[in-house]
């Protein structure tokens, strides 16, 4: 029994160690690299700051086919003709 105490004990003595510390809230808080300020858009429909319009009902210029061209897809009264 005085054996297994003895083994035991340290191991003990070690998790009260690891449990007694106390974290400081700015050990752990990241302030690097600051994200970018996003504005929203004038109205409701309007997209924020930092969006990318990938269709606006005028033109495919953000899009790409699957090997990187332009679509060959066209644009009719806002709508897209595949």
Do not use: H, N, Y
Request: charged fraction near 25%; charge should be negative.
């Amino acid at each position: 029994m005085r054996r297994a105490l003895l083994i035991i004990a340290p191991f003990f003595f070690i998790v009260a160690l690891c449990l007694s510390q106390q974290m400081r809230p700015a050990d752990t808080e990241v302030w690097e690299p600051e994200p970018r300020v996003v504005t929203p858009g004038d109205v409701d429909s309007a997209p924020p700051s930092d969006a990318i319009v990938l269709f606006d009902g005028t033109d495919l210029s953000q899009w790409q086919d699957r090997k990187g061209d332009p679509p060959r897809w066209k644009v009719e009264d806002g709508a897209v003709i595949v």
